[in-house]
């Protein structure tokens, strides 16, 4: 079945530093979407993309999609301390509704 | 609207005990599922339905049970709790349509089995 690989699982990162997240399907992807999750909190909806090559930027957060549409990364410029979390990215297959996703990885910051 | 609710928010159950998962959207989404997320481990798919009357296992539904009798309601069974079931659970719905498969996730419930 489809599995997503997420690295690292931990980001220590000093306050203004940046970072990325990396994704990557065992299978070729319909769409790719990633979420975010408070400490003691449910995952929420950041972004969706579509198309192989995608990019797209929340703020300080920059989107990828890969040209196979097979991996994904989430970049975050000048880490601020209402970054710490966790990011999740999730799967979604072709022709299929169910999403799966990434085992995450948790941020912490050190102002 | 309130999204997705699910109840109870924590619950403590013995081994063997059975119990139901509440969850229920007033979005009118086609597409529910349940969750369960353990550390380092993600969100792994417990069942899941694509509408009323129809349901799918996902990758770990073994001791759990579902229905959807309504497009509103997807509860979650356990038939008799094992402390591996120790987890956050998460309900999740889906509008879907080709452009809006974003889940929208309920608080969780953080069970424990002793």
């Known amino acids: 079945g489809q599995q997503v690989m997420q690295i690292p699982q931990y980001q220590h990162v000093q306050e203004g530093e940046d970072f990325t997240t990396y994704c990557n399907s065992s299978?070729?992807?319909?769409?790719i979407q990633w979420y975010k999750q408070r400490p003691g909190g449910h995952p929420v909806f950041l972004i969706q993309l579509v198309k192989s090559g995608e990019v797209k930027k929340q703020k300080r957060l920059t989107f990828q999609f890969g040209e196979a549409k097979k991996n994904s990364s989430l970049h975050i410029t000048a880490t601020q301390t209402t970054d710490v979390g966790t990011y999740f990215c999730a799967g979604r297959g072709l022709n299929d509704y169910k999403l799966s996703f990434g085992a995450g990885t948790t941020v912490t910051v050190r102002a | 609207n309130a999204g997705v609710t699910q109840t109870p928010k924590f619950q403590v159950l013995k081994t063997g005990q059975s119990m139901t998962l509440q969850c229920a959207q007033d979005m009118n989404h086609e597409y529910m599922s349940w969750y369960r997320q353990d550390p380092g481990m993600g969100l792994r798919l417990i069942h899941y339905?694509?509408?009323?009357?129809?349901?799918d296992q996902g990758e770990v539904p073994n001791g759990y049970n579902v229905s959807r009798s309504t497009t509103e309601d997807f509860p979650l069974r356990l038939l008799s709790a094992a402390p591996s079931q120790t987890s956050v659970y998460f309900c999740?719905?889906?509008?879907?349509?080709?452009?809006?498969?974003?889940?929208?996730f309920g608080q969780g419930t953080r069970l424990t089995v002793v």
């Open positions: 299978t070729t992807l319909s769409n």
């Open positions: 339905s694509v509408g009323a009357g129809i349901t």
């Open positions: 999740a719905s889906t509008l879907g349509t080709e452009t809006h498969t974003e889940a929208f």
